[in-house]
């Protein structure tokens, strides 16, 4: 039960991140904030570090594994999450583009930026959200 915690946990804080960063997007669009390029390259620099390279592999070998070896119940939805999991560069150098083309200052930087952004913040609401309605239970 503590991994569960752990876990939900986890998905809590990320879930904040991902909205945190939304409401900055769309308070720069309002032009009530000064966009921080820095910050931004930090924040992706975490969701790289944090849940793609030690969130994901914690559910893979604590809840995945354990699951896969007692059921085959939920086998569907596992399958398309470990498939998840091993996109994960492919999502963070998405979005690592999508920046470097902001800060070198194309015409739709940071349109493309903040849709980029918005991509991953749906992908990842839909992941966790399999996870806790589908696999957590």
């Known amino acids: 039960m ?12 990320l879930a904040a991140i991902l909205h945190a960063v939304r409401f900055m ?6 032009g009530r904030l000064q ?3 820095r ?4 924040m992706i620099h975490y969701l790289d570090a944090y849940p793609e390279k ?4 914690k559910e893979d070998a604590f809840l995945f594994a354990p699951l896969k070896a007692r059921t085959t119940e939920g086998d ?18 998405t979005l690592q583009a999508a920046l470097a ?20 913040a749906d992908f990842y609401r839909h992941h966790m959200l399999l996870e806790e309605r589908e696999i957590l239970p």
């Not at 503590?2 to 804080?13: K, M, P, V």
């Not at 997007?25 to 309002?30: F, T």
């Open 101 to 120: 083309r902001y800060t070198d200052g194309a015409p739709d930087g940071f349109a493309g930026f903040s849709a980029a952004f918005d991509a991953y």
């Open 39 to 42: 910050l931004f390259e930090a």
């Open 35 to 37: 966009p921080d390029l």
């Open 25 to 30: 997007l769309k308070e720069v669009v309002s």
């Open 54 to 57: 030690r969130h994901h592999p």
């Open 76 to 93: 569907a939805a596992l399958a398309r999450l470990e498939a998840e999991h091993a996109q994960a560069e492919a999502r963070i150098a």
């Open 2 to 13: 503590e991994a569960l915690r752990i876990l939900g946990d986890e998905h809590q804080s």
